[in-house]
């Protein structure tokens, strides 16, 4: 699961879905704290970039082999 899906999870009862804009902007900032408070190291950057670069290869193999 991403980092940002654990963070901001969208479900039928999260404030996302309602219609009260009170609720929502306390959810978020609640979500934000948590993001703000979290001490986990996350991944590098450097890590990142290559996962993408290999993702970017793939898919642009796959779309010229079609």
Known sequence: MS?????????PTSPA???SKSAYDAY???AVQAALDDTDPGIRHEKVKHDFA???AS???R???D
């Open 3 to 11: 980092k940002l899906k654990s963070i901001l999870p969208v479900t």
């Open 28 to 30: 978020f900032c609640q």
């Open 17 to 19: 879905t309602t219609a």
């Open 59 to 61: 898919l642009l193999t």
């Open 54 to 56: 290999s993702k970017r």
């Open 63 to 65: 779309q010229a082999l």
